[in-house]
């Protein structure tokens, strides 16, 4: 009785406007942090409801059948030839579970889709990870020590044009300077080629997201598997009238249930199937588990390798600005252009460093926990 029911409930939902799912693509957009594969989703779900369309309706039908001289009809024996017309209608309980299923499906494919599209966005730009903050606080301390650096070019001008300067440490000078605008205008290339991106990176390792995915892909393998379970099953009611020349109105009806004896090896196989299925998430490198644990694997690692290098850099910084003191603590010739030229190093040195903290804070969420 309760297939019964869920049958035609399901039934008449496929034909109600779709006011409901209108108000559920409203709800999404409103919400900028969702994921929305509407175009996606509504090919499922319309593929699901064109399926179980079919499958839940039920078959009517007409027959005109002719029976020989001398055949077996309802009274007995005829010495004639007979024709009786019938007119019926067939519902099949296996088809309306195969068309409820297929619905399911439809939803299922839908999820797993709406999972694995994040899942594959954080993985492809998975390289720059982090970067693109790094970046832009990269580009700020550059952009706001501009001004610092046009300053050092003027002062060198003018040292050289009041002879207590150089040409050579003019050009040292300039050529640092332009240095300095080439670090600058790379940093924005960068940046501006991340910014053009529609792949959003995750704010969290993946492993979590991968273990939805995987639940999401399980679930759409095992709808499958129940609906190639039904396959060999056939339970159906049929009933109509018929009328011949000997009888002008009759009813009949029939109760059909069979099954399909290659059933029995398809019930060993399913379980296997699905195994092999869980075991392939797992371990297929073309999987997105198994690319969002070596994403993980890898980011974990990088941030072990930023702690180094920033306390390489550190000691860089701390050694320029050591040498910074010592010059302007000197009367060595040539003192401003040496201080001019530390500082530059130091600012460019500085801004590395400003990138390498800022990539490990974004990437601090995968550090390994001791």
Same mark, same amino acid.
């Given at each position: $009785?309760? &297939? =019964? ?44 409801? /064109? ?6 309706? #039920? ?14 009809? !309802? ?12 007119? %019926?209608?067939? %519902? /099949? ?45 990269? !580009? ?11 300053? +050092? ?21 300039? &050529? ?41 892909? $399980? ?14 099953? &056939? ?15 009759? =009813? +009949? ?37 198994? @690319? ?18 920033? /306390? !390489?850099?550190?000691?860089? !910084? ?11 603590? /000197? ?16 600012? @460019? ?16 969420? =995968?550090? #390994?926990?001791?």
């Amino acid at each position: $009785m309760r &297939t =019964w029911f869920m049958a035609a409930s399901v039934f008449v939902s496929l034909f109600v406007p779709q006011a409901a799912r209108a108000q559920e693509a409203t709800t999404s957009s409103a919400e900028p942090s969702t994921f929305r594969l509407d175009d996606y989703c509504e090919r499922v779900r319309e593929a699901g409801k /064109s399926t179980a369309a079919v499958l839940l309706g #039920p078959r009517v039908g007409v027959q005109a059948i002719k029976f020989p001289a001398g055949g077996d009809l !309802v009274l007995g024996q005829t010495t004639a030839s007979e024709t009786q017309l019938r007119g %019926y209608t067939q %519902y /099949s309980i296996t088809d309306a579970i195969h068309g409820i299923l297929a619905l399911k499906l439809g939803e299922a494919e839908c999820r797993r889709q709406r999972l694995a599209q994040p899942l594959e966005d954080a993985i492809r730009v998975a390289a720059d990870q982090g970067r693109r903050l790094a970046l832009s606080r990269e !580009v700020d301390f550059l952009k706001e020590n501009d001004e610092v650096v046009a300053g +050092f070019e003027r002062e060198a001008e003018a040292r050289q044009r009041a002879e207590v300067g150089t040409l050579q440490e003019l050009i040292e000078i300039q &050529t640092l300077a332009s240095a300095f605008r080439a670090q600058e205008a790379e940093t924005e290339d960068e940046l501006s080629r991340l910014d053009a991106s529609a792949l959003h990176e995750a704010t969290l390792p993946l492993a979590q997201r991968a273990a939805d995915y995987e639940q999401a892909s $399980m679930d759409v393998e095992r709808l499958g598997s129940h609906i190639r379970e039904i396959t060999p099953w &056939t339970f159906s009611v049929s009933g109509g009238l018929a009328a011949n020349g000997v009888i002008p109105v009759d =009813w +009949f009806g029939t109760v059909e249930l069979s099954y399909n004896l290659g059933g029995l090896v398809q019930g060993a196989a399913e379980p296997l199937l699905l195994s092999a299925r869980e075991r392939e998430l797992q371990s297929a490198t073309y999987e997105l588990v198994y @690319a969002a644990r070596v994403v993980d694997a890898a980011l974990g690692e990088s941030v072990a390798h930023l702690k180094r290098q920033i /306390s !390489v850099i550190e000691k860089e !910084v701390e050694g320029l600005r050591a040498e910074e003191t010592l010059l302007e603590g /000197s009367d060595t010739p040539g003192r401003l252009t040496l201080i001019a030229v530390v500082k530059l190093r130091l600012l @460019a040195v500085q801004a590395r460093l400003v990138y390498s903290r800022a990539l490990a804070e974004q990437r601090r969420p =995968w550090e #390994p926990q001791s």
